[in-house]
């Protein structure tokens, strides 16, 4: 697996010296992402997190994995194996649990994550989580859609390479922008690089296939491997953030999230999409070092309910 790295900066504020904290990150992106989704929101958090962003078993740079299946729960064990892998990493920080942050099908896995090893997860950031839902939301293609048929993904996969870097871009930024007019252009000439390169590979329509249909397959599990039921359980401090225009995971379930599991907060960012790290990441950002900066010393958290308009809940 690939693993991109983002070398801790140390405060803006130099004068604290030796005595600032350094501690670490993993950032998880979603499905048909890479590790540089986060190449903003990890280079503002660097004042605070040394941060490792992973490409998922088949996504960027990464292998397929072992057997070529894609199942959410293999992707769970895949980031597990990171945090270990980061946890023990020599230097400030070495042997404590890690700051997680995820997106998207990354945000479900995080969570899973969390739930499964809470001794390796410090604190935990969702972005737009892609939470058991059992309506397909309107912004998804047919093609996708072709995914949830039994023995289609194959079909699907072929389908997915006759489409252009181009097209495939300018799709995924209609889908996962809250205002696609203000993506600068630099950053959408990064991505169709990005999606040549990936072109490339010749498991990467397979990985995004796969993904998707064992995504939409982990939202009939029950009992304790449901999503919603492990967020009722989570223990440490966790962030909601959510995008007000997301086109992919309805905002409506960010408030339900936020109740679900204990002491957490909200944040919805009024106009932005899916990718909330990517199109507001100075919010983010703050909202990620307040969550850390505030973190109770027991866990729990507070008792003051998630949906309320408090310092832990807020709009922008």
């Known amino acids: 697996m690939f693993v991109r790295h983002t070398p801790w900066s140390g ?25 540089t ?20 078993p ?30 023990a990493q020599p230097g400030e920080g070495a042997g404590r649990p890690v700051h997680l942050v995820g997106n998207s099908l990354g945000g479900l896995v995080s969570l899973l994550v969390a739930a499964r090893r809470p001794d390796l997860v410090a604190t935990l950031t969702l972005v737009s989580p892609a939470m058991p839902v059992y309506r397909v939301p309107p912004a998804f293609s047919r093609l996708l859609l072709l995914l949830l048929v039994p023995g289609v993904p194959t079909l699907a996969e072929r389908r997915l390479a006759g489409v252009a870097p ?14 696609p007019a203000a993506v600068p252009p630099e950053r959408i000439e990064q991505a169709v690089q990005e999606m ?19 995504l939409i397959t982990s939202y009939l ?33 960010a408030p339900r999230l936020a109740a679900a599991v204990p002491g957490a907060r909200l944040l919805v960012l009024d106009g932005v ?28 958290g507070s008792d003051v309910p998630a949906g309320v308009d408090t310092p832990r809940s807020v709009r922008r």
């Not at 181009?166 to 205002?179: L, T, Y």
């Not at 397979?206 to 249909?213: H, I, K, P, T």
């Open 273 to 300: 999409g899916h990718v909330a790290m990517l199109e507001a990441p100075e919010p983010t950002a703050r909202a990620v070092l307040a969550l850390v900066e505030h973190r109770p010393a027991a866990p729990g």
């Open 58 to 87: 088949g996504f960027g740079h990464s292998q397929p994995p072992r057997g070529d299946h894609y199942s959410v729960r293999g992707h769970v064990r895949s980031v597990v194996d990171v945090l270990e892998h980061v946890r």
């Open 221 to 253: 599990r029950v009992g304790r491997a449901n999503a919603w039921r492990a967020a009722r359980g989570l223990k440490m401090p966790t962030l909601v953030v959510w995008g007000g225009r997301d086109r992919l995971v309805d905002p409506a379930l």
């Open 166 to 179: 181009e097209e495939s871009v300018r799709s995924m930024i209609r889908m996962c922008f809250g205002n």
């Open 37 to 56: 989704n986060w190449t903003d929101l990890a280079a503002l958090l660097s004042v605070r997190f040394e941060g490792w962003a992973v490409d998922l």
């Open 196 to 214: 040549r390169e990936r072109a490339g590979r010749p498991w990467a329509d397979r990985a995004l296939a796969r993904s998707m249909r064992g």
């Open 11 to 35: 405060p803006v504020d130099r004068a604290a010296g030796d005595d600032a904290p350094r501690e670490r990150a993993l950032y998880v992106h979603g499905l048909g992402g890479a590790s």
